[in-house]
C-alpha cells in the first residue's frame, strides 16, 4: 500500500483577488518539478505517487504560496489506496472510459 492516488484542492486565502489562478499556476510548477504524475482539473488536481511524495508535493505547494506572501493556505486532500492491485489515475480513466463504451 504505498502508493497512492490523491486528489487535492488548494485555497489561497487573504489574495487581493477573488481570481487564484496564478496562484493554481504556481502549484502546477512545483507538481511539474516533482516528476509525479498528476492532472489538474477545474477544482483541483489529481496526483500518485508514495504517501510521502504526495505529502511532500503539497506542503510544498503550501511553501511556493506562502513565501509569495499568501497569509493562509487551505488544502482538501483526497486520498486512495488498493492493496488488491496497482491503481493510477490513467487506470481509473481507461476503466470508466471502458465501462461507458461497453454501455452504449
Given at each position: 500500500?504505498d ?98 463504451n461497453?454501455?452504449?
Amino acid at each position: 500500500m504505498d502508493r497512492v492516488v490523491a486528489d487535492f484542492t488548494v485555497i489561497p486565502i487573504g489574495t487581493q483577488s477573488a481570481c487564484i489562478s496564478e496562484h493554481i499556476a504556481e502549484c502546477q510548477k512545483v507538481l511539474k518539478a516533482s516528476g509525479l504524475t498528476y492532472h489538474l482539473h477545474s477544482c483541483g488536481t489529481n496526483i500518485e505517487g508514495t504517501w510521502e511524495e504526495v505529502t511532500k508535493v503539497i506542503k510544498e505547494c503550501h511553501k511556493v504560496l506562502h513565501d509569495k506572501g499568501i497569509p493562509r493556505v487551505h488544502t482538501n486532500l483526497s486520498i486512495g489506496t488498493r492493496i488488491d492491485k496497482q491503481s493510477s489515475i490513467d487506470q481509473k480513466m481507461k476503466s470508466i472510459e471502458e465501462k461507458m463504451n461497453n454501455n452504449s
